[in-house]
C-alpha cells in the first residue's frame, strides 16, 4: 500500500492550454475523489466516482473540467482552455465504503499555476 | 447549500497550553464528522472523527460533538510548535457521501 499517488506535484501552464492530472488511490479503495483548494481556503469538492462511475459533480466543475476513471482504477482530470482562476491545488483523496466513516485519505496534490 | 463554518484564525497560543478549534455545520442530519491537520503547502492529513454526541479522546487530542448545537471542536492538550498548522473541519454529506470542509483555523503555538 503506497497511499495515494498523483502526478505530476506541479504544473505550470500558460492561459489556454489544456492540461491532464492523474491520480492512483490505494489498491483497495473504489472510492475516488477530486477536491480544488485555493490559499487560505478549505479543500471545495469537485467529482467522485465509485469504482468506473461518476456519481456526482459540483456546479463548481465547469464544462471545461472533465474526470474520468476508466476500468474503476486511476483517473485522471482535464481541464481544457485554463484560466488563471483555475490556480490551485488539485486534491485526489480515496476511501472504501465499509471504512467511510473513517473519512478518506489523500493525495499529495498537484499545484496548478496558470500564467 | 450545506456549509461548515469555521474560525480563520490565526489562533495563537504559547507552548504547553489547550488550543481550542471550534467549528459549526448546516445539514442538522449530519452523522460523521472529522478534522485534518495541514501543515503549509502539503495535503489534508487525517487526525480524529466522531459520530457519537460526547467527546472522544486520542492522545493530546479530544474531539468533541454536539448535534443539537451543530457544534463539533477539537482541543489540543500541551500544545507543541510542531502542532502549527491549518485545521480543517469536515461534515459527511449523508446524501452523497463526500466530505464538506470549513475554510480551516491556522493556529500558531509560540515556543
Known amino acids: 500500500d503506497t497511499g495515494v499517488s498523483q502526478n505530476p506535484r506541479h504544473k505550470i501552464t500558460k492561459r489556454g492550454q489544456n492540461v491532464t492530472f492523474r491520480c492512483d488511490p490505494i489498491?483497495?479503495?473504489?472510492?475516488l475523489y477530486w477536491y480544488r483548494q485555493t490559499l487560505g481556503q478549505g479543500p471545495e469538492f469537485l467529482t467522485y466516482?465509485?469504482?468506473?462511475?461518476?456519481?456526482?459533480k459540483s456546479r463548481l466543475l465547469s464544462d471545461r473540467f472533465s474526470a474520468e476513471r476508466p476500468k474503476g482504477s486511476f483517473s485522471t482530470l482535464e481541464i481544457q482552455r485554463t484560466e488563471q482562476g483555475d490556480s490551485a491545488m488539485y486534491l485526489c483523496a480515496s476511501s472504501s465504503p465499509g471504512a467511510s466513516i473513517y473519512g478518506y485519505t489523500f493525495g499529495s496534490g498537484t499545484r496548478l499555476t496558470v500564467v | 447549500q450545506k456549509e461548515v463554518e469555521q474560525n480563520s484564525g490565526p489562533l495563537s497560543v504559547p507552548e504547553g497550553a489547550i488550543a481550542s478549534l471550534n467549528c459549526t455545520y448546516s445539514d442538522r442530519g449530519s452523522q460523521s464528522f472529522f478534522w485534518y491537520r495541514q501543515y503549509s503547502g502539503k495535503s489534508p492529513e487525517l487526525i480524529m472523527f466522531?459520530?457519537?454526541?460526547g467527546d472522544k479522546e486520542d492522545g493530546r487530542f479530544t474531539a468533541q460533538l454536539n448535534k443539537a448545537s451543530q457544534y463539533v471542536s477539537l482541543l489540543i492538550r500541551d500544545s507543541q510548535p510542531s502542532d502549527s498548522a491549518t485545521y480543517l473541519c469536515a461534515v459527511r454529506d449523508n446524501q452523497g457521501g463526500k466530505l464538506i470542509f470549513g475554510q480551516g483555523t491556522e493556529l500558531s503555538v509560540k515556543p
Open positions: 466522531i459520530y457519537s454526541n
Open positions: 489498491s483497495e479503495h473504489n472510492r
Open positions: 466516482f465509485q469504482n468506473e462511475a461518476q456519481l456526482e
